[in-house]
């Protein structure tokens, strides 16, 4: 989902060379609609429920659930998308979660800008506080993305996106290992 409005930015092309190679006559002019924005997404895994099919008939082992997993954290780490013949970096910028005991997509619309590109500190901080899960939550952020740098610094002392990750997969071997 965006954070931004989509302010109609537009790509013109034409198919001439398309048509040239498949030996056709006149082109047509085609036009794209192009949004650049900051955009958020919501990852919920059921650690208890993966690996295992509806009937209980198949039960993967655990290490190949913390495999899994392990894949999983690294194509949203690195995510990516090859749009119209380009590549969109789509890696997070800015990711907090963790693991918790209740399965809730706590932060599913608390992603906000105020004004400009400054990330909505109050409401994240009130969902952890009113959730109850400020020792299970991690944050990595991209430092200098955003343009309240200092205040996410201050607020949340983030671990690098690599450090996010990391830590994330460690957390799930220690689920699966208990």
Do not use: W
Not at 130 to 143: N, S
Request: glycine share 6%.
């Amino acid at each position: 989902m965006a954070l931004e409005p989509y302010r109609a930015d537009m790509d013109y092309q034409t198919n001439l060379s398309l048509v040239k190679r498949g030996g056709g006559e006149g082109s047509n002019i085609v036009q794209n609609e192009i949004q650049y924005s900051y955009c958020t997404y919501t990852v919920s895994v059921d650690l208890d429920r993966l690996g295992i099919d509806e009937n209980d008939k198949i039960k993967l082992p655990n290490d190949e659930k913390i495999k899994r997993m392990n894949v999983m954290l690294d194509a949203i780490q690195f995510l990516y998308a090859d749009i119209k013949g380009r590549r969109e970096n789509l890696s997070p910028i800015f990711v907090i979660g963790g693991i918790y005991r209740r399965k809730n997509p706590f932060f599913l619309n608390r992603i906000k800008f105020t004004e400009g590109h400054k990330l909505n500190i109050i409401m994240l901080k009130d969902t952890i506080k009113d959730a109850g899960i400020q020792e299970d939550t991690i944050v990595g952020y991209l430092d200098t993305s955003l343009d309240n740098n200092e205040e996410i610094i201050n607020e949340f002392n983030p671990m690098t996106i690599g450090e996010f990750f990391n830590e994330l997969k460690k957390r799930v071997v220690k689920v699966y290992s208990e």
